[in-house]
């Protein structure tokens, strides 16, 4: 083995090379497979494991809450429709009621329209049989007077 | 004794002396290699402890391994690129962690109460041998990353924009590492020995915030040493247009 005496010893130095150089390349070599098997292989897998894992669960609740978001709209929109809906059956309901209101008073108008015509016309036929018989009687009175008148003479 | 024996003639500062293992006729530093395989033992029973048991909800250890992990795809995803960072983020998280506790380990871990017949014991990454090799083996990695990804046209590099590049890109190769490894190598020593000569002079309350500046100054080189790493690799996978 070549020795360098770069500081004057005869022997040894700061710069004194020899078989330590390649004995610790070779030491350094091993030592890069035996840390590649024990620390970097193993430890590399638990972590690109672990982002995996991070990574599976990040899109799964990702999914998760388009889901959550799509069913959201979903029901507001169920939501909207129902109360059109109700608006719809309520302006209904009203619409019939004042129609059953406006019928039923019609009817009730008419009915007794009806029965006053009716009154009224009884009223007369009464009133022209009472004229009848009072002037019939009247007549008698005027003859029976007349008779008497008459008869004194 | 040491480089610094006129300064402090009474220093016990042991620098460039080392504690030599004969291996067949392989000479190496044993202190170098001591203090690194302590420092890998302990980042391994971290990282086992801590991965023993993983759950999706972590706890404890597992906590600070995720932290680190995710600190070193983040380097090296924004350095290297999507395409290939896979690939090469064990190599610059390895470089980082090995960088960063054998510089925190040197300034934290009280060595000198150790002794060693020869030399001391300190952090790793302050002998210019493991800052080298460290280095080297980035070059080595940046050239397979350009050669594999784009095959020849890996070479396309050298005359981009204008062929005019070619000799700079040339000495760029020679200069990365260069510059790599003495940049580590000079901030860590420098650390250990501001603080050794602090000691040494003022042994109160001086030299503590110089050891916090140190720590400071350890973790930004790991991490300046991993990032540029990943950015010379990333320069060599880069497709021009």
Do not use: C
């Amino acid at each position: 083995m070549p020795t360098l005496f770069l500081f004057g010893a005869s022997e040894g130095g700061l710069f004194d090379f020899d078989a330590t150089l390649p004995l610790m390349a070779v030491q350094v070599v091993l030592l890069t497979f035996i840390l590649n098997a024990l620390f970097f292989k193993p430890v590399g897998k638990v972590v690109e494991e672990r982002e995996d894992y991070v990574n599976t669960s990040r899109a799964e609740a990702k999914k998760k809450i388009a889901e959550v978001e799509r069913l959201e709209t979903e029901l507001k929109d169920q939501l909207k429709e129902a109360r059109l809906e109700a608006q719809k059956v309520i302006l209904e309901a009203e619409q019939d009621s004042e129609n059953l209101y406006k019928e039923a008073l019609a009817l009730a108008t008419s009915e007794a329209n009806a029965s006053r015509e009716k009154a009224r016309r009884e009223i007369d036929s009464q009133r022209d049989e009472a004229l009848n018989q009072l002037k019939g009687e009247a007549d008698n009175l005027g003859d029976l007077i007349i008779e008497r008148l008459l008869a004194k003479k | 004794m040491g480089f610094l024996p006129f300064v402090f003639p009474f220093a016990e500062l042991e620098v460039g002396q080392h504690l030599y293992w004969q291996i067949g006729n392989l000479r190496i530093h044993g202190q170098v290699f001591m203090t690194s395989w302590l420092l890998i033992g302990a980042l391994l029973a971290l990282v086992v402890i801590g991965t023993k048991k993983m759950e999706r909800d972590p706890k404890g250890v597992q906590n600070l391994l995720e932290f680190l992990w995710d600190y070193i795809r983040d380097l090296a995803r924004t350095q290297i690129g999507e395409k290939v960072y896979r690939d090469w983020m064990p190599f610059i998280g390895t470089l980082f962690l090995f960088i960063f506790v054998s510089n925190w380990g040197g300034a934290l871990v009280p060595w000198k109460l150790i002794e060693l017949p020869s030399g001391e014991l300190g952090a790793p990454t302050a002998d210019i041998n493991t800052t080298v090799a460290l280095a080297l083996l980035v070059s080595l990695s940046y050239f397979y990353a350009g050669l594999s990804n784009k095959g020849l046209r890996y070479f396309e590099y050298y005359v981009h924009p204008t062929p005019i590049m070619l000799p700079f890109k040339i000495v760029e190769d020679f200069t990365k590492p260069l510059s790599l490894s003495f940049r580590l190598f000079g901030n860590i020593l420098a650390d250990e020995l501001v603080v050794a000569v602090l000691v040494f002079l003022v042994p109160l309350v001086l030299p503590v915030p110089v050891m916090f500046l140190g720590l400071f100054t350890s973790a930004i080189q790991a991490l300046i040493f991993a990032t540029l790493a990943a950015y010379y690799i990333g320069e060599a996978v880069e497709e021009h247009h």
